[in-house]
């Protein structure tokens, strides 16, 4: 059994520094924009239109999307999912990770990232490089939180959410789904569905229809 990454962009550098750092065979990489035959080292496998042959072949293997973008990484992983992928997790092996974590397949979890006890991390979450979340968060599918985030315990994040660089949001705050937190922002109240919050405190300067 191995890994095959799809990205080969800056995100599926990090998701590929990821693997190796725990001895994880990487079999090959797969991208709609790479045509040279290697990548990295690694074997390049095709793009899209050869899912089904890939598949087939390394039928033992285990996929990362690896795309920054929520919404492209829930588009391209819910394609895979109908053709049979399965997924894997890419944790790096200086992330600490309560053994009574709960993390779901697909999810990428940086170097030097915290996961406290009891707390459930959705599929195809990306937890960047030193994140920290505290004991007892929830976060659903698709999320990402970038570099430097912290959550305190007990805080909830909605589907399809991405946390700025540096934001801190504190203990038991619940923020939508589909909703932006900017960069440096600090959270100290409920943020809904949609909404883009900036500053510190974090306001909403927009909520998408």
């Not at 924009?33 to 039928?59: C, T």
């Not at 394609?79 to 997924?87: A, C």
């Amino acid at each position: 059994m191995g890994y095959i990454i799809f990205g080969t962009g800056g995100h599926g550098k990090v998701v590929l520094d990821n693997l190796r750092s725990i001895g994880e065979d990487v079999l090959g990489v797969m991208d709609d924009r790479w045509s040279e035959a290697e990548w990295r080292g690694v074997p390049f496998l095709g793009g899209m239109d050869h899912l089904e042959q890939i598949v087939r072949k390394y039928s033992n293997s285990l996929f990362i999307v690896a795309i920054g973008d929520n919404a492209t990484r829930g588009r391209i992983a819910t394609y895979f999912e109908q053709r049979g992928v399965r997924f894997g997790k890419a944790v790096h092996s200086s992330a600490v990770i309560s053994p009574d974590a709960c993390v779901g397949e697909g999810t990428v979890i940086m170097a030097n990232s915290v996961v406290n006890a009891d707390v459930v991390v959705g599929r195809h979450v990306i937890i960047n490089t030193g994140t920290t979340v505290d004991h007892d968060c929830n976060i659903k599918d698709y999320v990402h939180l970038s570099p430097g985030v912290h959550l305190a315990g007990q805080v909830e994040i909605g589907a399809y959410t991405h946390i700025g660089i540096g934001a801190s949001l504190i203990p038991e705050i619940k923020v939508g789904k589909e909703t932006r937190i900017g960069a440096g922002a600090c959270v100290i109240r409920n943020i809904p569905d949609g909404a883009t919050a900036v500053g510190c405190p974090a306001k909403v300067i927009k909520i998408s229809n």
